[in-house]
């Protein structure tokens, strides 16, 4: 277990340390070499203090990166962890009604969802927000300062759904598919013909043994998810990592846009090395 | 019954006819997609294109808002919002369409580089290169490269094609090691024909097939993704839906509709290219798109 755990995370180093250098080299090369500006990602004289535009208060880099990441964070739990959730849920649901093409059936209002522009979902929550509710609508507009945030959830939650929908589908139609794949194969109908009950066949034998390739998408929705929030957390003035990058970008702030983009690469790391530990482990040995 | 030769054209008319009846599902998809597309493109190409000059707010404003007449309202200078979002959308569909054909044809060209080898692992740079490369979401990618090559549509349009293009070739290079392994591959071996012979003759038209369902379901994907980058000033001065929001957005409480009204129009447009992408990827038995976009 423990040569598994270090096995994977040199690996995750080595793939880390890729998107590090090709991250550095995207920006050398958007700004200096396409952008014709004249400030080296490596020059000391663009790592100054954190610009105003990115905090009205004096903040360190650390606050400024706890506050962000605390705030997509509490976003990405409601969008992951419910794509994970109804995904997984449905997607097993939909492999053992597929013969009634339940895979379709289910994902068919995420996937509705999902044609949804997503930042014109989030603006249309605001504009809802100011019309009818007469209350403020971006998430940067009010400051709960007493008594529980409950607005931090809802203004997450806002952000967190149309990328949990575009998740959701993908995650639902992919799992349902790996089922039917292991559906489809000949023990299948050896164990119709044998007599098994239609219950024991799919859990007992096709969801066991489709479960490594199940347990392989877990991590597939994730660079989606933080790559939605971009322009989610943005189009809502969501204080997040995603709204960092973006504004670092129209700043041309290098170290915002290098911290912003190397957060995102470190949780997709984590992710994918965790997700190979547990594909690994729940192998059958040979 | 006598025996009578069928002339030349009778044959060509029936074998005319038995392919059509084999190319049915493409026929019958191709023609939704012809109505929606010249529906959009057909539309008034002499409004003013310039969205800082059409949203610019007068002193005394002429909005409308919606009703029978203008089904969209109209802006503060009282240009219509449904014929502009139309020609916003008709600009998004087009830029998609070049992206998605240019991406494939990138995935395809970086595949092909290495499709020709005859080891078993011919593709594996391609799959370690891109294991790394996915851990960076593709929209941060095409934001920090739209953003600071200037925020142009040009930059963002060669952005989007590169991203496509390096997403899509494990998928494209896994066609290939599927291809390769099917029976007539097998067969063909068992023949002596050489890889290569077998890469052209059997696995490649395999292949190419499915491309289509891939571009079809690639446009509704690029459409949002542009529509996010206009939305977020990187594709110029240029009229785009998502820069047609984020302008309604300084008119949030005067006039509502100029934020909400476009979304409407992109997302039942998204929406039905989505379904014919769909149909087309279920006729051409393409699969689900990698979801890294």
């Given at each position: 277990m423990t040569r598994i755990c270090f096995r994977y995370l040199a690996l995750a180093l080595v793939r880390w340390s890729g998107v590090l250098i090709s991250l550095v080299l995207l920006v050398e090369f958007s700004f200096c070499v396409v952008g014709g500006s004249n400030r080296h990602v490596w020059g000391f004289d663009v790592y100054q203090s954190i610009p105003l535009e990115l905090s009205v208060q004096p903040i360190s880099w650390w606050e400024l990166i706890a506050e962000r990441s605390g705030a997509t964070l509490l976003a990405l739990a409601i969008a992951y962890g419910g794509a994970l959730l109804f995904g997984y849920a449905w997607g097993i649901l939909a492999g053992r009604f597929r013969r009634f093409r339940a895979a379709s059936i289910f994902s068919l209002p995420f996937s509705l969802f999902s044609c949804v522009p997503g930042f014109w979902f989030v603006v249309l929550v605001a504009i809802h927000s100011y019309v009818v509710w007469k209350r403020p609508g971006f998430a940067n507009e009010l400051v709960v300062?007493?008594?529980?945030?409950l607005l931090a959830w809802w203004n997450a939650a806002v952000v967190a759904l149309p990328a949990m929908a575009v998740a959701t589908a993908w995650q639902l139609r992919s799992v349902a598919g790996a089922i039917e794949n292991e559906a489809s194969r000949p023990f299948v109908k050896g164990l119709y013909l044998t007599g098994y009950s239609e219950d024991a066949i799919f859990y007992n034998n096709i969801l066991q043994r489709a479960l490594p390739g199940i347990v392989s998408l877990l991590d597939r929705t994730l660079p989606l998810v933080l790559g939605s929030f971009i322009f989610l957390e943005w189009a809502f003035h969501y204080d997040g990592v995603g709204s960092l990058l973006v504004e670092s970008v129209r700043l041309g702030f290098y170290p915002g846009i290098v911290v912003s983009g190397m957060w995102m690469a470190t949780l997709a790391t984590a992710v994918t090395m965790g997700r190979q530990v547990v594909a690994k482990l729940l192998q059958p040995v040979q | 019954m006598a025996n009578r030769r069928t002339s030349k054209l009778e044959k060509w008319a029936v074998h005319a006819l038995a392919r059509l009846w084999e190319i049915r599902n493409v026929l019958f998809l191709a023609v939704p997609y012809f109505f929606l597309l010249s529906w959009l493109f057909l539309g008034s190409s002499s409004i003013d294109s310039r969205p800082a000059e059409i949203f610019s707010v007068p002193e005394s404003p002429v909005w409308a808002e919606p009703d029978s007449i203008h089904w969209f309202g109209t802006t503060g200078s009282g240009v219509d919002l449904f014929q502009l979002t139309r020609l916003a959308m008709g600009t998004s569909v087009a830029v998609a369409v070049v992206c998605s054909f240019f991406g494939i044809s990138t995935a395809m060209l970086v595949v092909a580089l290495f499709a020709f080898d005859s080891s078993e692992h011919r593709f594996r740079p391609i799959f370690v290169f891109s294991r790394a490369g996915f851990l960076l979401p593709a929209m941060a990618v095409l934001v920090i490269f739209a953003g600071g090559s200037g925020g142009s549509l040009p930059f963002a349009m060669l952005g989007i094609i590169v991203v496509t293009g390096f997403y899509l070739a494990p998928m494209i290079a896994n066609w290939f090691e599927e291809g390769g392994k099917g029976p007539e591959v097998l067969a063909g071996f068992g023949l002596g024909l050489s890889w290569q012979d077998m890469l052209v003759g059997r696995v490649l038209p395999k292949v190419l097939r499915r491309l289509v369902g891939m571009f079809a379901q690639l446009v509704p994907v690029i459409i949002l993704l542009e529509m996010a980058l206009s939305f977020m000033g990187f594709t110029g001065d240029r009229l785009g839906v998502g820069a047609m929001i984020a302008y309604g957005q300084q008119s949030i409480i005067e006039a509502p509709w100029l934020a909400v009204c476009p979304g409407i129009l992109a997302s039942v447009v998204v929406a039905a290219l989505s379904l014919l992408g769909a149909m087309v990827s279920k006729v051409t038995r393409s699969g689900l798109l990698p979801r890294h976009f």
């Amino acid at each position: 277990m423990t040569r598994i755990c270090f096995r994977y995370l040199a690996l995750a180093l080595v793939r880390w340390s890729g998107v590090l250098i090709s991250l550095v080299l995207l920006v050398e090369f958007s700004f200096c070499v396409v952008g014709g500006s004249n400030r080296h990602v490596w020059g000391f004289d663009v790592y100054q203090s954190i610009p105003l535009e990115l905090s009205v208060q004096p903040i360190s880099w650390w606050e400024l990166i706890a506050e962000r990441s605390g705030a997509t964070l509490l976003a990405l739990a409601i969008a992951y962890g419910g794509a994970l959730l109804f995904g997984y849920a449905w997607g097993i649901l939909a492999g053992r009604f597929r013969r009634f093409r339940a895979a379709s059936i289910f994902s068919l209002p995420f996937s509705l969802f999902s044609c949804v522009p997503g930042f014109w979902f989030v603006v249309l929550v605001a504009i809802h927000s100011y019309v009818v509710w007469k209350r403020p609508g971006f998430a940067n507009e009010l400051v709960v300062e007493s008594g529980p945030n409950l607005l931090a959830w809802w203004n997450a939650a806002v952000v967190a759904l149309p990328a949990m929908a575009v998740a959701t589908a993908w995650q639902l139609r992919s799992v349902a598919g790996a089922i039917e794949n292991e559906a489809s194969r000949p023990f299948v109908k050896g164990l119709y013909l044998t007599g098994y009950s239609e219950d024991a066949i799919f859990y007992n034998n096709i969801l066991q043994r489709a479960l490594p390739g199940i347990v392989s998408l877990l991590d597939r929705t994730l660079p989606l998810v933080l790559g939605s929030f971009i322009f989610l957390e943005w189009a809502f003035h969501y204080d997040g990592v995603g709204s960092l990058l973006v504004e670092s970008v129209r700043l041309g702030f290098y170290p915002g846009i290098v911290v912003s983009g190397m957060w995102m690469a470190t949780l997709a790391t984590a992710v994918t090395m965790g997700r190979q530990v547990v594909a690994k482990l729940l192998q059958p040995v040979q | 019954m006598a025996n009578r030769r069928t002339s030349k054209l009778e044959k060509w008319a029936v074998h005319a006819l038995a392919r059509l009846w084999e190319i049915r599902n493409v026929l019958f998809l191709a023609v939704p997609y012809f109505f929606l597309l010249s529906w959009l493109f057909l539309g008034s190409s002499s409004i003013d294109s310039r969205p800082a000059e059409i949203f610019s707010v007068p002193e005394s404003p002429v909005w409308a808002e919606p009703d029978s007449i203008h089904w969209f309202g109209t802006t503060g200078s009282g240009v219509d919002l449904f014929q502009l979002t139309r020609l916003a959308m008709g600009t998004s569909v087009a830029v998609a369409v070049v992206c998605s054909f240019f991406g494939i044809s990138t995935a395809m060209l970086v595949v092909a580089l290495f499709a020709f080898d005859s080891s078993e692992h011919r593709f594996r740079p391609i799959f370690v290169f891109s294991r790394a490369g996915f851990l960076l979401p593709a929209m941060a990618v095409l934001v920090i490269f739209a953003g600071g090559s200037g925020g142009s549509l040009p930059f963002a349009m060669l952005g989007i094609i590169v991203v496509t293009g390096f997403y899509l070739a494990p998928m494209i290079a896994n066609w290939f090691e599927e291809g390769g392994k099917g029976p007539e591959v097998l067969a063909g071996f068992g023949l002596g024909l050489s890889w290569q012979d077998m890469l052209v003759g059997r696995v490649l038209p395999k292949v190419l097939r499915r491309l289509v369902g891939m571009f079809a379901q690639l446009v509704p994907v690029i459409i949002l993704l542009e529509m996010a980058l206009s939305f977020m000033g990187f594709t110029g001065d240029r009229l785009g839906v998502g820069a047609m929001i984020a302008y309604g957005q300084q008119s949030i409480i005067e006039a509502p509709w100029l934020a909400v009204c476009p979304g409407i129009l992109a997302s039942v447009v998204v929406a039905a290219l989505s379904l014919l992408g769909a149909m087309v990827s279920k006729v051409t038995r393409s699969g689900l798109l990698p979801r890294h976009f």
